[in-house]
């Protein structure tokens, strides 16, 4: 096995070799960095990377292997953080020039529980400032670059993440989704990102649009996601909304989903598409027959929530957070944000209720729509991976498109709160990945899961490696 066939090992197929001595932690994660070393120059997938810890973490899981029955469910896989989330004494930028040398003096839940899970800890993502668009560039580092193509944006707002977990840099990674930013990277890169029922994760400290904000994991494989949610899952007393659980995510991903009703929108009756990204999307739904699923196109009757619920929410939020400060930082904040800032100021709080209002006639709207379906399947995103650097497409099929505006298909389900993953289902012609959107019932994180996994298991993905070897 070459190192860079041990570095694209899935977690699954390392706790295995693991168990059995046939490859160390310690051995993984030496490959696994001097592969970090190599890539991350140009990838600029890691603000921060750690691989004193790192290697401090394979040594505890090596010797967890050699006089442990039972390791704990994630001793020596390789896991990156998103530098939005706090770890002690480690720096966590969040993108931002205003916290550029900010060093936390404690964990976040998610980085206590992947802990004392065993993980390998590798470092901090990169990630737009604050996590405020779909492409991760600011000015600490720059530019994330698809693994697929330099020079093409691996997305965001946890794009670092998911190029990591695409360029063989860790099975594992950490990210956050408030309007798509767990799955557009993830369709960006070719891997599979699960944006988890809202509150399933804990949060703390939340995210500046709390409401709206899922933490969730990204992976090659979906059971890789799985093993991780089972980690990451159940309440805690820091985020105050916050979901208890009992489920193994692992387990429930056996069984066969023949008999479910799926429905299927190229376009949620709205969203501009590129006619290709449209073709191989529809394929792939059609899929959903040859799994014994009864699939038929249908959406809600609903206009885009952008105008009158996502975006007066998510500016007044960022407007929220400099309210008294702006002028003395504005120099040392992103300008798209600082635009985005002064849109949210000149909302008044009426006008935000009112979306809040609106927000939950709109979950009611999509709660009503899924009685009569399982799963709902769309395009992940409208478009593949665009330049990287620039905060939007620019155009969708003649269509202008602004900060956000663009990812239609993925915002309206952080309204919801509904579960939903991107999984992989092909390439544009000039090989730039392509995502499916699978999502599910309220709180219905398995059906979701077991979905993919069967979606995997016909049209598998996670052996395509993108051109950097």
């Not at 989330?85 to 993108?95: N, S, Y």
Request: charged share 20%; with cysteine.
């Amino acid at each position: 096995m070459t190192a860079t066939d041990l570095c694209y090992l899935s977690a699954l197929q390392l706790r295995a070799l693991y168990q059995k001595h046939e490859v160390s932690p310690v051995e993984v994660t030496e490959a696994v960095l001097r592969r970090m070393d190599q890539l991350n120059p140009s990838l600029n997938a890691f603000i921060t990377m750690t691989p004193e810890l790192a290697l401090e973490g394979a040594r505890i899981a090596e010797q967890a292997y050699q006089t442990d029955d039972s390791p704990p469910p994630l001793a020596g896989i390789p896991t990156s953080i998103k530098d939005l989330v706090p770890m002690t004494g480690i720096c966590t930028t969040r993108g931002s020039l205003l916290y550029k040398d900010w060093v936390p003096d404690y964990d976040a839940p998610i980085v206590e529980r992947l802990h004392e899970a065993g993980t390998v800890m590798l470092g901090k993502t990169n990630l737009p400032e604050l996590g405020w668009k779909g492409d991760s560039t600011n000015r600490i580092i720059g530019s994330t670059h698809n693994p697929w193509k330099y020079g093409r944006t691996a997305g965001g707002s946890s794009g670092g993440g998911t190029a990591a977990v695409a360029a063989g840099l860790g099975p594992l990674a950490q990210g956050s989704d408030g309007a798509g930013s767990i799955r557009i990277p993830a369709s960006f890169c070719g891997i599979y990102g699960l944006k988890p029922s809202w509150g399933l994760i804990p949060q703390y400290p939340a995210s500046a649009v709390e409401l709206f904000s899922h933490l969730g994991p990204m992976t090659r494989t979906v059971a890789d996601s799985a093993l991780m949610l089972n980690v990451m899952a159940g309440a805690d007393p820091r985020d105050r909304l916050s979901l208890p659980t009992e489920t193994d995510y692992l387990a429930a991903l056996e069984g066969n989903i023949a008999g479910l009703r799926v429905a299927w929108s190229p376009d949620l009756g709205y969203a501009p598409i590129d006619p290709e990204v449209r073709e191989i999307v529809a394929k792939a739904a059609e899929r959903f027959s040859e799994l014994g699923c009864h699939v038929e196109e249908a959406h809600p009757d609903l206009e885009d929530p952008w105008d009158s619920i996502v975006h007066i929410i998510w500016a007044s939020a960022f407007a929220g957070l400099h309210l008294h400060d702006l002028e003395a930082v504005r120099d040392q904040i992103d300008p798209g944000l600082v635009k985005v800032i002064e849109q949210g100021l000149q909302f008044s709080g009426a006008e935000v209720a009112i979306a809040y209002a609106r927000r939950n006639d709109y979950y009611h709207a999509w709660r009503r729509f899924m009685e009569q379906y399982d799963l709902l399947l769309t395009p992940t995103l409208p478009v593949t991976a665009f330049a990287a650097g620039v905060d939007h497409p620019g155009q969708i099929n003649g269509q202008s498109t602004t900060y956000l505006g663009w990812t239609a298909f993925t915002y309206p389900f952080d309204i919801t709160g509904q579960p939903a993953a991107s999984v992989p289902c092909g390439f544009d012609r000039d090989g730039l990945p392509v995502g499916l959107q699978i999502v599910g019932q309220w709180r219905d994180d398995v059906t979701v899961l077991r979905a993919s996994a069967a979606f995997e298991a016909l049209a598998p993905w996670a052996e395509k490696r993108p051109p950097l070897d």
